[in-house]
């Protein structure tokens, strides 16, 4: 081995011994720092990675191996040394050994020279290290493997320009086999297996941060087989002009064996797949902890299949093996409850058929064009979750992301796959425990407590619900198996004990049947289980299948194992005129966050203009409100009395993006309620320096002819949230790294009403923000500078969002129910025209005057403090800005609905790895600077170099100046 590492430093020493290496060096660093900066932008792309200078690696190793190792064996060769070393007291394995070792050292000081460019990156944001430290292990695997070509092919000839193009040749061989271009002309299995031969598709795996021993070894195994190769090589110069002999053979088939057994492991290897090692942050790929929640949930098999064409887009064939081996793990992680199946529909013609006849799985047309043509691709790219009689089915829109940064520059990446597909599952769970047993997956005792009055003082609509409410629960007892227990009391017995307890612990107050009605009654239902209270509401009509359904949502709060139900109220879209003839629907439109609930979540619509909201609402989500009436907003309030779980989006302005940008008052009658409740959302709207670019109309004077253009400028109102300004501490945020708050106001707490509650800020502005109680919003950067807007004096950050969650007293608390006010109105208007009712219309039932007046502990207020952050007016402008879909905004409010809902294993999926990765904001000089800091310090670093190996080669003179001096003495 001493041999070894003298060859090794000799070597290592003759490369710097001319200007050749540093000239290497130099193009080594400033090519890879130009495709870093300019080829990939890195500045645009806004990601705080080093993904970029990795992704081309493979590339630039093909050249700087073949160079380095070019004249290792050449020269030797050419100067006619070689015979020297092959009867030196030397083995030839050693000289091998040892030339390899000084080009891995010679690499290894090349990528030494780039590390101070994650470093920098570090400082512009928050840099996942694990992809990093993965990158710069399979930059030295695969340079291992290069070189021992490169070494391979220098031994064979004596011309080191024919080094370079062979090693270069060998080396573009393998990395094309594994290329999305090449493998793209097979189909599904065939660019599998041509995968595992490539060097490069090798590489993109092991720079993901995940770790994978098959993926080292088979750089190994290139290497071994190389090396051998050149040991081999070597020998055979040194029998030159000899007759063949034993020995000569026994060489021959020593080096069969080795080369094959490198190679064979390889195959060996393919079967063991549970040695892989995840370095990201979070651990992004691999399976959750909630996944295996979800798994262990299972009582009957779980079908996972996939639907992939041989032939598909190139952009999507890449993505096809990661989503099998995700799944693999799923396989595993079910313990034989998962059962895989892979499918290409164009091969089987009935499986096409059960495709499009049971899952609606159609083919996509997909449209590709190559040097030669244009060609239209009909493929599959879904994926089929089926437990029992239940499936979701995921589409290749719902699991990728494409971010086009120009019209030839397209990214195509999975979005989560684990999220999206752990997400179907949990649907299909839940929807196939919903049709069966109520009780299965309620795990504590539930008591159904009745607070109601005797028959004789209930009206004859509730004597009637009564009888229909003992039968029930006759019946739920009997199916609970003792999971369900019974009380009912009068309220008024024992000198009204219990109305009073009932009435300072929730907040219940006597009922009446009208508005001047002097007879009052008790009509109440809680659902308990340990320290969670449900309160039951008294179903719409009340109608025995009405109760039944409020008894079955309450019951269902108490289980993991069924779909929430979110009640959404959004303002009606209003027809307008279309500037292309006809209708059209304007207003605020909210498909995109319509769209996203009714994937996780049974979302139905909340017009709330009968005073209640849905009797199966797990939760009430208010969005961009508008004048809600005394009813509507009465609705609300009795939600939240019921322990329920409020969400608003609503500020108190307007904006309309029709023509010039303008501003109005908006009332959403929701302003005295928050306030009441100790919320206050200020009329002002926040600008901050730190925000997101807007397409502006901006007006350009060309020697007296004003053009009028459309800019991405900056724009203070479109408030860009990230770090700081986003709260780590809740879920809320799980998943996000920015998110953008158009046109927001800044929401202030009264201390007082709040006192005893839990506050959770959510969203702040940054530092440098301010308020502006004006409605021109159309900025001015004549007058103003780039911001467009002057600045205010109340800088600091800014309450965007918040949770507050505790006991709420009602706002209606010793006031008239609105219900029983709006029938008395009704009836005095029906008395005047009996008449005119038609024969056999039916009489409507009375309404009861029944309001809570306080609320449990777990009632809770979210408040986001916009109007317009999820319309899909405003998420389209954002999409376009930025090249791909932005549903961040979306993301973060059913973060709030399923957070509220005490759904938190699918956040915690949604939020791994995903903190943020975003770049800090950075004006064109900042970004000048850190460019130019990076040319620098690669400078700096191969100016260290060349003085450190002057240094060394003055010590190494010096040395022998002082041997020769002592063997004169």
Known sequence: MDKVLRIARKEFAGFFASPVAFIFFGAFLAVTLFIFFWVETFFARNIADVRPMFEWMPVLLLFLSAAITMRMWSEERRLGTLEVLLTSPALPWQFVAGKFLACMGLVGTALLLTLPLPITVSFLGNVDWGPVFGGYLATLFLAAAYLAIGLFVSARSDNQIVSLIVATAICGVFYLLGSDAFTSLFGNKGS????????????????????????????????????????????????????????????????????????????????????RADFTDGNIYSISDA???????????????????????????????????????????????????????????????????????????????????????????DIVVQYGDQHEKLGFRDLIEVKVQSETDIDVDLRNPEYDITRAIKKVLQAYQGAGQLFDNIAQPVVFKGYISPDARLPEILQ????????????????????????????DEQGGALAKRIREEYGFR??????????????????????????????????????????????????????????????????????????????????????TLAEEHDATEAKLENGMVPEAADLLLLVAPEELDDKQLFAVDQFLMRGGTVVLATSPFDIDTRGKLSAKAHRSGLKEWLAHNGITIEERMVLDPQ??????????????????????????????????????????????????????????????????????????????????????????????????FPA???????????????????????????????????????????????????????????????????????????????????????????????????????????????????????????????????????????????????????????????????????RQQAILNLGRA
């Open 192 to 275: 599998e297996f041509l995968q595992l031969l490539g060097s490069g598709s090798r590489f993109e795996s092991i720079t993901r941060g995940v770790i994978d021993p098959r993926d080292l070894y088979y750089y190994i195994s290139l290497a071994g087989v190389f090396l051998v190769l050149n040991v081999f090589a070597l020998e055979v110069l040194r029998w030159a002009g000899n007759r063949s002999n034993p020995n000569h053979r026994r060489w021959g088939l020593l080096t069969a064996l080795l080369a094959g057994n490198f190679l064979v492991a390889n195959v060996w290897l393919a079967d063991v797949d549970g040695a």
């Open 691 to 788: 925000n997101a670019a807007f397409p502006i109309p901006v007006q350009r004077n060309l020697g007296g002819f004003v053009v009028q253009e459309t800019q991405m400028v900056e724009y203070p109102f479109f408030v860009d949230i990230r770090e700081e300004g986003l709260n780590r501490d809740s879920g809320i945020t799980a998943g996000i790294d920015q998110v953008t708050l158009n046109w927001a106001s800044p929401i202030s707490l009264d201390g007082e009403k709040g006192e005893g509650r839990t506050v959770m800020p959510i969203l702040y502005s940054s530092e440098a923000s301010w308020t502006s109680d004006s409605t021109q919003i159309q900025p001015d950067f004549a007058m103003h500078g780039e911001l467009g």
């Open 464 to 491: 009637e619900l009564r009888a229909g409410l003992d039968q029930l629960l006759t019946e739920m007892e009997l199916e609970s198996d003792g999971k369900l227990k019974v009380e009912i009391r009068d309220p």
């Open 510 to 595: 006597p009922m009446a049947a009208g508005l001047f009605d002097p007879n009052t009654f008790w009509f109440y239902m809680t659902l308990e289980s340990g320290d969670q209270v449900v309160q039951v509401p008294l179903p719409e009509g009340y109608t025995k299948s009405g109760l039944e359904q409020s008894l079955d949502a309450a019951l269902k709060r108490f289980s993991k194992g069924f779909l929430k139900t979110v009640a959404l109220h959004s303002p009606n879209p209003t027809p307008r005129m279309s500037p292309f003839g006809g209708m059209q629907l304007g207003g605020k439109q909210f498909s995109l966050l319509e769209e």
């Open 792 to 958: 205010g004096d109340d800088t600091g950050k800014k309450l965007l969002a918040v949770s507050v969650e505790g006991g709420f007293e009602s706002f209606f608390k010793d006031k008239p129910s609105p219900l029983a006010a709006a029938a008395e109105d009704d009836a005095g208007d029906g008395a005047g025209d009996a008449n005119a009712m038609n024969e056999g219309e039916e009489e409507r039932p009375p309404v009861i005057s029944r309001a809570i007046d306080k609320s449990p502990e777990s009632a809770r207020i979210v408040v986001f403090a916009s109007n317009t952050f999820l319309t899909d007016e405003v998420l389209d402008l954002a999409a376009s800005g930025m090249g791909t879909r932005y549903l961040n905004p979306v993301q973060l409010v059913t973060n709030a609905v399923d957070w509220s809902l005490e759904d938190r294993e699918l956040l915690s999926i949604r939020g791994r790895g995903h903190f943020s990765r975003t770049l800090r904001p950075l004006d064109r000089d900042a970004q000048v600077f850190w460019e130019y800091l990076n040319y620098a310090l690669a400078l700096f670093g191969l100016v260290a170099v060349w003085l450190f190996r002057r240094t060394r080669i003055q010590a190494d003179l010096a």
């Open 291 to 381: 996944t295996d929640a979800y798994l262990n949930r299972l009582r009957e098999p779980l079908l996972i299949r996939g639907y992939f064409s041989a032939q598909t887009h190139p952009l999507l064939a890449p993505l096809v093996p990661r989503l099998r081996d995700l799944l693999e793990e799923y396989a595993i992680a079910g313990d034989g409850k998962v059962r895989l199946e892979f499918i290409d529909p164009l091969e089987n013609p009935e499986l096409e058929k059960e495709a499009g006849e049971k899952f609606g799985i159609q083919p996509v047309a997909f449209q590709t064009a190559s040097k030669y043509q244009a060609a239209v691709v009909n493929s599959y790219f």
